[in-house]
């Protein structure tokens, strides 16, 4: 080893010990005759005293060695905001191991750089605490998980990242197989398929943090690569998986937030959405949704004679101004909506806003107290199909209570979604999976869900911390005739189902035994721990939401001689993602 010790590790009792330390000048101050500097390295800093003569080269950043002696600062020179601010280092020997280039942004500040120039000098962003901090926190998750599964007797097994494609939701990436032309890999979007052949295989516990590729549409907080916490288990139910990701999550919070998870409770999506306009409704608050389907059954109305109405209210929301209504059209419209329809509540009770014109005065009457307000509140409406107008209210619910402030620092909310809908309606007519295609219906739809395909429930599962989906799961058919007549009600003829399913498939032909499993989001799960808005935080080299790499300038096109040797025809060239090099505007730091 180069050093002896730690910089952060020293201490009082280490006074009089001859030291060697390595690390980068964080920063350096002159004192007339001699200079401190402050050292970094892994473990934190240190103040080491040098001469003047041997630290005029120095410059922030400057990786150095340090041999010297540990002692005492004078009395009055403490730092008590450094577990080393007792003592310093009085070199005698100082050696450059490497200079450092002017700085693209200061490295020792609260003020970060944007976000574009960070992740393109990533390796510099590492170096400040808060991000270094951050891997070390999500090195810590992984090992609190693993010992979790060690103790359940989990074994940990690697899947393929090179697979064939399958449809699980969203588009592969595609890979080019140069000694077969034309033929293709692709990078799995989970290790579904895999985990489900492993409980074929009897290896009955699987778990893997898994690394999981979706070439996704460009969207905000997305990452083209992603880890997850994916575990399957045979013999088991509903329960027993939901009691793993207790079990996770309740020692992770414990170890790493110091919050002991209280037992978890559960809703219906049904009742999810009815209440709260989301399948991952945050409960750190308390709005809920009210629905006026009923109530507004016979109104002159023309815009709730629709099948669904609901409304939310925002308490206060009264003594809004004009502009700060018109600024809530334009965060409605901003999400896909025509609008956000409101009434305000006067301190005397009358009703105003436009829908208050609108509706009968039977209907103005008793409005308040069928949503529950009070004085001065504003309602909230939305009209139409009752999915996507839920979800309108639902993303109101949540910006009122940022608005309002409602969310108590330091709050945790947990919470397991249960019986999500087996299938969803395309916007063609069409349907689909709402999961997977392997997802079990729940015992009672078992015989009936191609009779009914709006109403048919599976047995899909979510966790949800905070408003957000941390996990995901179901239970898995396990019935080849079962897994045939879903792959039927979805329109799969039988021979289509064998050319994308062919070898899953013909494993179940051979004996395999009920299963279930899940993966837990290690992305958002160590962003929430780190308590960081984004998962690029916690991630050691993320990409921009446009899928673009600012530190290598990747996707890049590739060389003729590259195409001609994978067997790929030449095509047009692509123009840039926002955020490379000729792309038009600005580049996205934050998407």
Not at 215 to 222: L, P, Q, S, T
Not at 310 to 320: D, F, K, N, R
Not at 406 to 429: K, N, Q, Y
Not at 447 to 475: H, I, W
Request: aromatic share 10%.
């Amino acid at each position: 080893m180069l050093r002896t010790h730690d910089a952060g590790t020293l201490r009082a009792s280490d006074a009089g010990s001859p030291v060697t330390l390595a690390g980068w000048v964080a920063r350096r101050r002159d004192h007339g005759g001699v200079v401190f500097v402050d050292l970094r390295d892994a473990s934190g800093y240190v103040q080491v005293v040098v001469r003047e003569e041997e630290a005029h080269s120095l410059r922030n950043e400057f990786c150095v060695l340090v041999t010297g002696e540990v002692r005492q600062r004078p009395a009055g020179n403490e730092n008590p905001e450094l577990p080393t601010g007792e003592i310093e280092v009085a070199a005698t020997e100082l050696r450059v191991l490497s200079p450092a280039a002017p700085l693209p942004f200061p490295i020792e500040t609260d003020q970060a750089a944007s976000d574009d120039v960070r992740y393109k000098y990533r390796y510099l962003d590492l170096r400040r605490q808060g991000p270094a901090r951050i891997l070390r926190l999500r090195s810590e998750v992984n090992r609190v998980a693993r010992g979790v599964m060690a103790r359940h007797g989990f074994t940990e097994v690697e899947t393929p990242d090179l697979t064939r494609s399958t449809p699980e939701g969203a588009r592969d990436f595609l890979v080019p197989v140069r000694l077969q032309p034309g033929k293709w890999y692709a990078l799995p979007q989970s290790p579904q398929l895999f985990k489900q052949l492993l409980m074929i295989g009897g290896l009955e516990r699987y778990y893997q943090i898994a690394r999981c590729f979706r070439d996704e549409d460009f969207r905000a907080d997305r990452q083209p690569e992603f880890t997850q916490l994916d575990f399957e288990m045979s013999f088991v139910e509903r329960d027993d998986v939901l009691a793993i990701v207790e079990d996770v999550v309740r020692a992770l919070w414990s170890e790493l937030a110091s919050y002991e998870v209280p037992e978890i409770p559960r809703m219906t999506y049904r009742e999810a959405m009815d209440r709260f306009g989301s399948d991952k409704p945050d409960l750190r608050f308390g709005i809920e949704l009210t629905e006026l389907t009923a109530y507004f059954a016979d109104t002159p109305f023309r815009v709730f004679q629709a099948p669904y109405v609901g409304a939310v209210v925002m308490p206060g929301g009264g003594a809004q101004p004009r502009r700060a209504f018109d600024a809530w059209q334009d965060w409605a419209r901003s999400r896909g909506y025509r609008g956000l329809a409101y009434v305000t509540v006067a301190e005397d009770g009358t009703l105003g806003g436009p829908v208050a014109k609108n509706i009968s005065d039977a209907e103005r009457a008793g409005l308040v107290e069928a949503v529950g307000a009070s004085p001065g509140d504003c309602v909230f409406f939305a009209a139409g199909p009752r999915r996507s107008s839920q979800e309108l209210l639902g993303a109101a619910r949540n910006e009122i209570a940022r608005r309002l402030e409602l969310i108590a620092p330091g709050s945790w909310s947990f919470l397991f979604v249960v019986d999500f809908p087996m299938f969803e309606e395309t916007e063609d007519g069409d349907w689909t999976f709402m999961h997977h295609p392997f997802t079990s219906p729940t015992p009672e739809w078992r015989d009936r869900f191609a009779e009914d395909k709006a109403g048919a429930l599976s047995d899909a599962y979510d966790l949800v911390v905070n408003g957000n989906e941390l996990a995901s799961g179901s239970v898995r058919i396990a019935d080849p005739e079962l897994q045939e007549r879903v792959f039927e009600t979805l329109g799969m003829s039988r021979e289509e189902a064998r050319e994308r399913f062919g070898f899953f498939l013909e494993a179940f032909a051979y004996g395999p035994p009920p299963h279930a499993g899940a993966a837990l989001g290690w992305d958002r799960l160590t962003a929430l721990l780190a308590g960081v808005d984004s998962i690029r935080e916690v991630i050691a080299f993320p990409k921009t939401g446009a899928g673009y790499d600012p530190l290598t300038g990747a996707p890049t096109p590739i060389t003729d001689a590259q195409r001609k040797e994978a067997g790929i025809d030449a095509v047009a060239e692509e123009p840039p993602l926002p955020g490379q090099p000729g792309a038009p505007g600005p580049s996205d730091p934050t998407g």
